[in-house]
C-alpha cells in the first residue's frame, strides 16, 4: 500500500519516486518523514501533498495494515494464555501505546498545520 501511494505521489519525478521506493523497501521512508515534517523542509514542487499529509498516509497504512491485525492477534493470544506472561502483556501495551502515540502526533500536525486549515476552509467553508 505504501509503495502505491509513493507512485501516486511522485510520479512526476521518476528520479525522486525511485529514491522514495527504495526508501519504503527498506524502511526508512517513515523517518524521512518526520526529518521532513521536523525540519520543515521545502517541497520540491512535484508532489502531490504536503510532507505532513503524506507522512498522516504513511502511519494510517500502517496502521490498518499491520498495527490493529497484530494487535487483534496479540490480545486473542494474550486471552488464551493459562498464566499470565507480564512480558507479552508488556509488549502489547508498548505496541499499541507507540501507535497511539504516533497517530495523535498526526493528529496534532494536521491541526497546526495552515496549509491543511486553509484545505480545510476549501472544503468545509
Same mark, same amino acid.
Given at each position: 500500500m505504501q509503495v502505491l501511494l509513493v507512485v501516486a505521489l511522485h510520479s512526476r519525478n521518476k528520479k525522486r519516486m525511485m529514491m522514495e521506493i527504495l526508501g &519504503?523497501? &527498506?524502511? &526508512?521512508?517513515? %523517518?524521512i518523514n518526520f526529518f521532513r515534517c521536523y525540519t520543515n523542509s521545502k517541497q520540491e %514542487?512535484?508532489? @502531490? $501533498? /504536503?510532507?505532513? @499529509? *503524506? $507522512? &498522516?498516509?504513511? @502511519?494510517?497504512? *500502517?496502521?490498518f495494515a499491520e498495527c490493529i491485525p497484530m494487535a487483534v492477534i496479540q490480545v486473542s493470544n494474550v486471552l488464551e494464555l493459562k498464566k499470565v506472561d507480564w512480558i507479552v502483556v508488556g509488549a502489547l501495551v508498548t505496541s499499541a501505546m507507540f501507535v /497511539? +502515540?504516533?497517530?495523535?502526533? $498526526?493528529?496534532? @500536525?494536521?491541526? #497546526? /498545520? +495552515? *496549509?491543511? !486549515? !486553509? !484545505? %480545510?476552509? #476549501?472544503f468545509y467553508g
Open positions: &519504503t523497501v &527498506t524502511f &526508512t521512508k517513515q %523517518g %514542487g512535484h508532489e @502531490l $501533498m /504536503s510532507h505532513e @499529509l *503524506e $507522512m &498522516t498516509f504513511f @502511519l494510517a497504512c *500502517e496502521v /497511539s +502515540e504516533a497517530v495523535s502526533y $498526526m493528529t496534532y @500536525l494536521q491541526d #497546526i /498545520s +495552515e *496549509e491543511s !486549515r !486553509r !484545505r %480545510g476552509k #476549501i
